[in-house]
């Protein structure tokens, strides 16, 4: 069974830019997935089964939207806090991540941003406690990369009290186990609007995905809108157009620029002990140049990667972090990491392939995180578009 023996890195002292409420936030998050999440996780991956019984107690530790206001269940925090939780929960996980960056930046967010003061208080509390898990709608089968093109609409239902909403989402986080989504779907005049639907409603159903080989501790599945009738009170009023789902996923992917440092930080962890203790040739393998050049770059990268990240949290604070700053931390995170997490199973040798150690899970699970929230070229692309002033997508 794999077992938590990971010890931080370190390199250029970052804890000393964090103050100690910080750490104390970041060492109780630590403590909860040693203790509750890392003996478990590899037999719910290996499964592929979600750990439902985990949302009431991340709601509990505060790991879903710790920035949302406390009146409303949140923590009331600020940014590095958020990043430093989501880093300690993917440092175990990335699905485990998932389920709380869906929860507390796809859900609560958009509630607590474009919502009516009525929609806060009647959805925040209990998705804070995780009394009830969201999930957020914007994929769909045939837009992915380009969700502006999307097809799922409402349309005024006659009775002065209701839309219809018909379509289909796709690759949906948290969609099977799910009690609300906030879906985004064009109204009659075109424009995306946010939709909360609940389950239960009539015509709404979360088929689940099956066969991943990726993120297999986390839930995904479809939702899908067949004549749905859903009160209009339940249409987010304060935002229209794809900058609302847009706003929503630069909050998301700054949590996931700090998922990602946990991830590669377990990998160079693992890799790192792994080269002390494993002998060939008489030797152990870290004593060889061709693993040290491993290590000394993924410590390289990821010193750099905490940096960025920690800059990038400091701007989000001041309210001054730009949807392409964020881009570029998601990209080059993420990035950084599978790269870690590919080195570092091969220093494993054939023990990296096994559950018996983080690495092949890590690596599996990167494979997605490099594809959701903007893919690896997406990114590229809204960097490229953000130097040059020349838009690559129209
Ligand atoms: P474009 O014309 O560039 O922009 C439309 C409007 O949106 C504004 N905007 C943003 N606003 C806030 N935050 C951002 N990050 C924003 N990016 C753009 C923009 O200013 C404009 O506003 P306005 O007022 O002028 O209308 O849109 P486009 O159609 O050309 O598309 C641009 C593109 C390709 C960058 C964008 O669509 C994109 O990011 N595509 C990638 C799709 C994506 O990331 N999907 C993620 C789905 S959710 C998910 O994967 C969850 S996984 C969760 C988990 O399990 O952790
Ligand atoms: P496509 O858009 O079809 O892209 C295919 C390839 O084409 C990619 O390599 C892409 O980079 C490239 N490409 C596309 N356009 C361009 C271009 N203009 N220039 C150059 N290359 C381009 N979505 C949600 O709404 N909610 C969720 O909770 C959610 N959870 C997910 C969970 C998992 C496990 C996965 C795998 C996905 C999830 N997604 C979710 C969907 C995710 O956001 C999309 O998969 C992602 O945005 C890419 O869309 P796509 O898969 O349709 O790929």
């Known amino acids: 069974m794999y077992t938590d023996k990971f010890e931080y890195h370190d390199y250029y ?5 964090l103050t100690d409420e910080h750490k104390l936030i970041r060492d109780s998050v630590r403590q909860w997935v040693k203790k509750e999440v890392s003996p478990i996780i590899e037999d719910y991956a290996q499964r592929a089964e979600f750990p439902q019984h985990l949302v009431k107690q991340l709601g509990e530790i505060g790991c879903f939207g710790p920035t949302i ?11 590095i806090s958020y990043g430093l939780m989501m880093m300690e929960l993917e440092r175990c996980d990335s699905g ?5 960056s869906v929860q507390g930046s796809l859900v609560m967010y958009p509630i607590y941003t474009y919502g009516s003061e009525e929609q806060r208080k009647k959805y925040l509390p209990k998705l804070a406690s995780g009394e009830w898990l969201g999930c957020f709608g914007l994929t769909e089968p045939s837009h992915g990369s380009d969700p502006g093109s999307m097809i799922t609409n409402f349309k005024d239902a006659g009775d ?3 839309v219809i909403l018909n379509g289909a ?3 949906i986080s948290n969609a099977p186990f799910a009690q609300v989504a906030v879906v985004w779907a064009k109204n009659e005049a075109g424009k995306i609007q946010g939709i909360i639907v609940e389950r239960g409603m009539e015509g709404f159903t979360t088929p689940t995905t099956h066969g ?8 995904t599945g479809e939702l899908v809108f067949d004549n749905v009738k859903v009160p209009k009170e339940n249409i987010l009023p304060n935002v229209q157009g794809l900058k609302g789902p847009l706003g929503c996923l630069s909050s998301a992917r700054y949590g996931i620029a700090w998922g990602a440092l946990g991830a590669g930080l377990d990998c160079y962890d693992t890799a790192l002990r792994y080269s002390k203790e494993r002998i060939q040739f008489g030797k152990p393998i870290g004593q060889f140049q061709l693993t040290q050049k491993k290590l000394a770059e993924m410590i390289t990268e990821i010193t750099k990667a905490q940096l960025l990240t920690w800059r990038l949290g400091v701007l989000k604070n001041e309210g001054r972090a730009t949807p392409a700053q964020i881009s570029m931390a998601k990209r080059n995170n993420v990035n950084m990491a599978i790269q870690i997490a590919r080195e570092g199973r091969q220093i494993l040798g054939g ?3 096994t559950g018996e150690y983080s690495m092949m899970r890590h690596s599996m699970n990167l494979e997605s995180v490099i594809t959701y929230e903007g893919t690896h070229d997406i990114h590229l692309l809204i960097t490229g578009q953000d130097v040059t002033g020349l838009n690559a997508f129209k």
């Open 351 to 353: 023990m990296g392939i």
């Open 96 to 100: 485990l991540r998932s389920t709380a």
């Open 69 to 79: 206001p406390t009146e409303y269940g949140g923590g009331g925090l600020d940014q």
């Open 160 to 162: 002065g009290k209701h």
């Open 212 to 219: 991943k080989w990726s993120l297999r501790a986390s839930a």
């Open 13 to 17: 002292l970052m804890d000393e830019l």
């Open 169 to 171: 989402k796709m690759w």
